[in-house]
Every structure is written in C-alpha cells, then in structure tokens.
C-alpha cells in the first residue's frame, strides 16, 4: 500500500496539509519530501512542539490539545482558497501500544475518534492515520471503529493495514496501522 504521493503534488502549486499530533514532525518531514506543503502542524506535548519548532521553523505549528482544535481553526490557516488536501496524524500510542501500560482507559485513547471527526469535518481529499498494531485490538476493536465511523460517514473510501516498516526502509522490525481514507 502506498500513498499516492505523486498524484497528490502533480499541481502547478504543490498540495497542502495538515500534521496533527505532529510530534518532532516525521510526517512533516516526509510530507515535504513527497512535494507536499505542510501549512499547519499541531501538538501538545511541549518537548516536541519545541522540537518541530526547532528543525521546521518555516511551518506554523499550534501547541494545542486537539480536544480544543475546531475545524475551524485548522480551514483558518487556508483562508479563501479552501482547506488541506491532506491531513495527517499518528494519535499518541501509549494505551495501545504492547511495549506500555495498554490501559483502555487511557485517556489519550479518545483522540483517535477526535482525529477522526476533525477530519470528517475539514473534508481533505486524503485523510491518512498511523499508530502501534496493539490499536487493532484494544478495547475489542473499539477504536478501530472510533476511526473508521466518522470517516466513513463522511463519505471516503478507507483502506486500513498492518505493515512491517521494515519492507519500506525503516531500519526496524516494527508493524504499524496505516488508514487511508479517500
């Protein structure tokens, strides 16, 4: 599976985007290697927002919770010409992840479905998600469907996997989830 990366920035423009839960910016970064402009990036977590700051100084970044992020917000940053042609986010992992506590409980586990819903809202043309295969499971698949609902409701066509990085150049053994969402 891969994004469509190409197709995306063929435009005289390059396309625009979104990075939510940005954390040090490795989507940004691979975002803007693809010929994508990131106009917006977001996160809590000071360390890594002081990080983003520091190694993407040209790229407006919110140190928000995305709890208090509006769609409003995000489509304010594009003015008249309209929203992101993508947004991006890798929602924290620690609830789900296996190397950690795996508490259903955590309470960073509800940004999966307010990812979602800003998405749903901001309608880009490419929604697209990662986090730790434990997502898959956790919570019976719960929020798997936290994810995939609004999206879908929303009218795109989703495409959701487990790949092994490793088999696209990353130096780890590591699954992740990837949702697409056109």
Avoid at 13 to 23: I, K, T, W
Avoid at 45 to 70: C, G, I, K, V
């Amino acid at each position: 599976m891969s994004l469509p990366m190409t197709e995306v920035a063929r435009a005289d423009e390059p396309a625009r985007a979104v990075d939510l839960f940005s954390g040090a910016g490795g989507f940004s970064l691979g975002l803007a290697a693809a010929g994508l402009q990131v106009v917006l990036a977001s996160d809590c977590w000071a360390p890594a927002a002081n990080t983003y700051r520091r190694n993407l100084p040209d790229h407006e970044f919110l140190e928000s919770d995305a709890r208090d992020l509006t769609s409003t917000d995000i489509k304010a940053f594009f003015g008249s010409t309209g929203g992101p042609k993508v947004i991006v986010g890798g929602p924290p992992c620690q609830g789900f992840s296996s190397a950690g506590a795996r508490k259903t409980g955590d309470h960073r586990n509800t940004l999966v479905s307010i990812y979602s819903s800003i998405a749903a809202e901001v309608l880009p043309e490419i929604v697209v998600f990662e986090n730790v295969e434990g997502f898959l499971t956790a919570a019976g698949g719960q929020f798997v469907v936290d994810l995939l609902d609004p999206l879908i409701e929303a009218g795109y066509r989703v495409s959701l996997r487990k790949v092994n990085v490793a088999n696209f150049g990353v130096p780890q053994l590591r699954k992740r989830v990837i949702e697409i969402g056109r």
